[in-house]
């Protein structure tokens, strides 16, 4: 128990008394014996004695101290309360009251407490264990707030792959497997898609004044889906309705018809599909295959245009022949790429490219035994990654990162229809100013030139704000431009002399061939860096 004090008034002589604590309990501290006596207005007192008085005590009986030689009534037993910054706990500390001092009672103090507007969580139980036991100078929490019950967020649990950055396995000796590559999620008539788990909504708290306490705010979502889906009666469950692909695309999930065929050719002309399309041989020249799912081709694509929503896999490669064309919303995935036009809204990783216009929304990554870019142009907006950078028979190679390879074709467009704004301008206002100068020497024109004439300068008007436009937005991608981030060229063998390296708008033709290095822009400038 711990240490306490207490008044002992008699007569005209006003004592201190101090009670030891006993085993574990703390002694009576002086700044509290003081607090105490200026709140009973018990002064003055000799500070310097009390202190001296309290550091004196020792063995575990009470002692004594005279204070004052003054007559006053009996002090009732009273209580200090302290309120947590937060609100949430109020801590009572107990003084006994002097000889035939009043005491507390129940009433008392629950009347206090809402006096001081404190109404939740009031602890009756602690107030009745104090009044049972009195123990003094003891900390007793007597009401503590309820604090917020946080609730949990919505969740939805996918049963089929939705990880669309995977990437082929390299095998032991170098190569790439681009057969095995399990890029589609195939489902079966009643399969499980998805489970939803609803959110568990916040209840609100509040501090011991009544204050309001809100709960975080919890996430909701709701399965969403497209044709051939249904949901449980709850609404919590979503079953494929047909044998078919499920995909991933922005939060919904869609079950299409994969259409599987043997080569595409003579035999079945050009292909539309409003799912995804497997194709277990080759793409000839000439034809055509677009999908809004996935396109798999487990064979050769030649001069042929392959057109997905999703991604392409092509496990043989393809040879353009100058017209064949790879476009994905997605990813693309070839095991090489020559005499091509290739474009990926993400990543494209392949074996080699060679004299082909290549761009990727992401990154590029030429792995595999040969790891060659050599000719044409390749873009990426982040990083391309290769072994070897050009050719030693001096082959046009021209590698760009940094920006958007969609951003690059909207500069190069806007500055060519800049030029060819003014150039249309110029001569509009010369005829205008013409026509200007014979109105003002009175020369009257007819309705048709004079009609002519007011479209001419209707014209010029909406030219001269196409212009301000196209000139703002030029600006904005030129300043877009100007700052790289952390795009850069990594190449794991030899750079040759002669290829070209822009990264954002700074750009370097390599003289000397260099090995082992990676490309980065630093100061406006495209510099070499350690891999």
Do not use: W
Request: aromatic share 6%; with cysteine; proline share 3%.
């Amino acid at each position: 128990m711990n240490g306490y004090f207490r008044l002992i008034i008699q007569d005209h002589m006003i004592n201190l008394e101090i009670t030891p604590p006993t085993e574990d309990g703390k002694a009576v501290g002086f700044d509290e014996i003081m607090a105490y006596l200026h709140a009973h207005q018990v002064d003055p007192v000799d500070t310097v004695k009390v202190g001296k008085f309290l550091y004196s005590i020792s063995g575990d009986k009470p002692a004594v101290l005279p204070l004052l030689e003054k007559k006053r009534f009996p002090v009732s037993e009273s209580y200090n309360l302290v309120v947590s910054e937060d609100r949430m706990q109020a801590i009572a500390r107990f003084y006994p009251p002097s000889e035939d001092g009043s005491l507390l009672t129940r009433e008392d103090l629950i009347r206090d407490l809402t006096v001081k507007k404190i109404t939740v969580g009031v602890d009756t139980e602690v107030i009745d264990r104090f009044l049972a036991e009195r123990r003094y100078c003891t900390d007793y929490v007597i009401a503590t707030g309820r604090p917020p019950k946080n609730g949990k967020d919505a969740v939805i649990e996918y049963f089929f792959n939705t990880d669309l950055s995977s990437k082929p396995k390299v095998n032991e000796d170098g190569s790439v497997d681009f057969f095995h590559l399990n890029t589609i999620n195939h489902c079966k008539e009643g399969d499980l898609l998805a489970r939803l788990t609803k959110a568990v909504p916040s209840f609100p708290g509040a501090d011991i004044y009544g204050g309001m306490l809100k709960g975080r705010e919890v996430k909701t979502v709701a399965l969403k889906h497209g044709r051939n889906i249904r949901l449980s009666e709850d609404g919590l469950e979503m079953y494929s309705m047909i044998n078919g692909h499920v995909s991933l695309v922005d939060d919904d999930v869609f079950v299409s018809d994969v259409y599987e065929v043997e080569n595409v050719g003579p035999a079945t002309g050009n292909i539309e599909s409003e799912g995804s399309v497997v194709i277990g041989g080759n793409v000839q020249a000439g034809f055509q295959v677009k999908a809004t799912g996935n396109v798999e081709i487990r064979g050769v694509v030649e001069g042929a245009v392959i057109e997905a929503g999703g991604d392409i896999v092509v496990g043989r490669g393809i040879n353009g022949m100058g017209r064949g064309i790879l476009r994905a919303g997605g990813r693309i995935i070839c095991k090489y790429i020559e005499n091509s036009t290739v474009t990926s809204g993400a990543y494209i990783e392949t074996e080699s490219i060679l004299h082909s216009l290549v761009n990727a929304g992401t990154e590029i990554e030429v792995t595999g035994k040969r790891g060659i870019i050599a000719g044409g142009i390749v873009r990426a907006t982040e990083k391309i990654t290769c072994k070897t950078l050009g050719s030693a028979m001096g082959a046009d190679t021209t590698v760009e990162v940094g920006v958007p390879p969609d951003a690059k074709e909207r500069q190069q467009f806007l500055q060519r229809d800049l030029v060819e704004i003014q150039k249309n301008m110029k001569n509009m206002k010369v005829v205008i100013e013409n026509c200007q100068k014979k109105i003002n020497a009175g020369v009257r024109l007819t309705p048709e030139q004079l009609k002519y004439v007011q479209t001419l300068v209707k014209s010029y008007k909406q030219l001269e704000g196409k212009l301000a436009e196209e000139d703002k937005e030029l600006q904005q991608l030129d300043e877009a431009m100007h700052s790289s981030g952390n795009a850069c060229i990594i190449v794991k063998g030899e750079v040759y002399a002669g290829t070209k390296v822009t990264i954002a708008d700074s750009s370097l033709i390599v003289k000397d061939g260099i090995k082992y290095c990676r490309l980065v822009r630093e100061n406006g400038e495209v510099k070499l860096a350690s891999i």
